[in-house]
């Protein structure tokens, strides 16, 4: 007899399990209330790290906002360390959900590495009033050992491996050239990110964008091939390659 027969045979002399007992509404809707109470949290939670960091969140702070009691706040995060985490987790969700996920929609090579940093930029350009939680969050817990500084970097390290895997994919799709080197692009690009991110916000640099622009561009096409240019041509009018020169 098969492994799979002797599971049917055992299944047939089994007793049939009970059936799992539908819970009372009332605890259906308690649970459906504890969930939409804890995402108004959250996203209040969002909004103070984002202007003030994740230093910023405490469990006092965010019953003043919610107008919830301390106790009431504290039920569903348990403690602040696990708030900022829970913080840093929906911040990185919505980050896929606005920029890595729309862009796989774009084929493969150029043109999805291009659409990647295009919507990255407009993300950042977006946050220039408050703020990215991953640039603060480095800059608050970068020599924090703990729990917090793990979960904040393990959400970097993910967006960076999507990146580095966007790279890889244009020159294996003979995009960018073979001697391109992944690590050093997904460096530079990043560099890119940060400084938009200085000048915008703290310089208020209105140039900021168009620099970042610009100088994605301009690596784009030092390892561009002539099959990856046609694939994907130019997406920023004033980046064209004699203003990059």
Sequence with gaps: MSASGAINSKSAQAPQAEQPRALPK?????????????AVILEAALGLASHMGLEGLSIGALA????????GVFAHFGSREELQISVIREYHARFEEEVFYPALTEERGLPRLRELFERWVKRVSVEVDSGCIYIS??????????????????????????????????????????????????FEVH????????????????????RARKGFERLVQHFATPAGLASSPNLFPSTSAGALR
């Design 26 to 38: 009332e605890t259906s809707r308690g649970q459906q209330k504890g969930q939409q109470t804890r």
């Design 64 to 71: 003043d906002v919610t107008g919830m009691s301390k106790s």
């Design 137 to 186: 969050g480095a800059v608050e817990f970068d020599d924090r050992p703990g729990p917090v500084r793990d979960a904040l970097a393990s959400m970097v390290q993910t967006w960076h491996s999507a990146l580095e895997r966007a790279i890889r994919l244009a020159i294996d799709e003979g995009h960018l050239a073979q001697d391109a080197d992944p690590m050093q692009m997904l």
């Design 191 to 210: 560099g890119f990110i940060l400084a938009l991110h200085h000048d915008a916000r703290f310089m208020r640099n209105p140039g900021a964008l168009d």
